[in-house]
Structures are given as C-alpha cells and as structure tokens.
C-alpha cells in the first residue's frame, strides 16, 4: 500500500498563475483533508471532505478550491496564486479512530 | 478560536536524555494525537489516545492523556539521533467531521 500520495513534490509559480494540486489514498478511507503549513503555525485545515461528494471549508479557505473526484483523490486548486499562498501542503486521509495519515507534501512557492 | 499551545518550542538536548513536552488548551479534547515530522517529509501518527488518564507507549515513547482532557503530555527515554524533528500535538474536534486541531510543534535536536 502506497498509503497517501500527493503530486507534484515541487512547484514554482508566478503571481496570478493556476494550478492543482492531485492527492490519493488507497486505504478506503471517507474522510480526505488539505492542510498547509507554514513555520511555526502547525498545520491549518483549508477544505475537508467527510466523503465522497461531499466538500467543506476549513480554517484558512480564501483563494483555494477543492474537488472529491471519487473515494481515492482530492484535489486542491488555486485558481490565481498569490506570494501568500507559498506554503507546503499536505493532504491527509482519516482511519475508522480519527487518526489522520499525511502524505509527503508539495513545496509552493509562489513568486 | 480554539488553540493548542505545545511546550517547550524547541529542546536541544544530549544523546541518551529522556526528553518531556506537553501540549495544553483551554478546550476539552476527547481525542489526543501525537505527530512527528522528519525534515522535507509529512507528519507520521506516532500515539493516538482516546481516553482521559490513558497512557499509551510506542517503544521509548509514552503519551498521557491528562484527566481533565484539556492537555497530553510526551514523553521519549533515552534519545537517540534519529528521533530529530517537530513533534505535534492534535486535538480532534467535537462532532463527525473528524477534524483536528494542531498545536505549533516542539523542535527536538539531539546532540550525538
């Protein structure tokens, strides 16, 4: 079991570009989550999915949209990239006790 | 809205110490999970737990729920190197959406 990948590991953006970041799980899990980190400030929730259809906003939503393909993928965009979204981000599925499991990351920068 | 506060913000300590943080809030949690994340790498569950008072172990880490399930503590014996990097505190929120909330990380080096 590959547990949770995330592409691309790496991206540069110019201010005012699009993109979307793609997140799997394969442990047939409901519920998928989208985080980003910045230093000192933990991980804050951006969009969750509680299951499959199902979209919510989370702490920090503002310039990101998210779409449950189906069961396994969740994917995050931004529609018109701003320095301040320069960020790592990480998306998370959730096991049948609450317990959440990342996956590797994507590294934004965005200039 | 609803913080964890984790400390200390970052331990430096000799190889073979026992190493202790905590992570506190003003909110009761009903679930407690502790996280590390290498360097360039996503966060990995280390201890989850579920009760108040419950104390769980995962080889030289041991994690405590505290009794008023406002705060978990812990705790790692007889460090080694590989055990460098941002431990996390989670506190999962009331109702079934199954979000967590994140404390800010304590830093752990380990002088060999």
Not at chain 1, 36 to 48: E, H, K, N, T
Not at chain 2, 64 to 82: E, H, M, V, W, Y
Not at chain 2, 103 to 111: D, Y
């Amino acid at each position: 079991n590959a547990g949770v990948t995330q592409t691309p590991k790496f991206q540069v953006l110019k201010t005012g570009q699009s993109m979307t970041l793609q997140c799997a799980q394969d442990m047939n899990h409901n519920s998928m989550y989208w985080y980003r980190q910045d230093p000192g400030m933990g991980l804050r929730l951006i969009y969750y999915s509680a299951s499959e259809g199902t979209t919510d906003k989370g702490e920090v939503p503002n310039g990101y949209n998210v779409s449950r393909l189906n069961k396994r993928e969740f994917s995050l965009r931004l529609e018109s990239a701003a320095p301040s979204q320069t960020s790592v981000y990480f998306c998370a599925s959730r096991g049948y006790l609450y317990e959440q499991y990342f996956g590797p990351g994507t590294r934004l920068t965005v200039t | 809205g609803q913080q964890l506060n984790q400390s200390p913000q970052s331990m430096f300590i000799q190889e073979g110490e026992d190493v202790s943080m905590n992570c506190t809030s003003s909110s009761i949690f009903n679930t407690w999970l502790w996280y590390k994340q290498d360097p360039g790498e996503g966060p990995v569950l280390l201890i989850a737990l579920y009760k108040a008072g419950e104390l769980t172990s995962n080889g030289r880490l041991t994690a405590q729920f505290g009794i008023t399930r406002k705060d978990s503590f812990l705790n790692i014996s007889a460090s080694i190197p590989s055990d460098v990097g941002i431990y996390f505190c989670a506190g999962l929120l009331s109702g079934n959406t199954g979000k967590l909330i994140f404390g800010q990380g304590t830093t752990l080096q380990v002088k060999p």
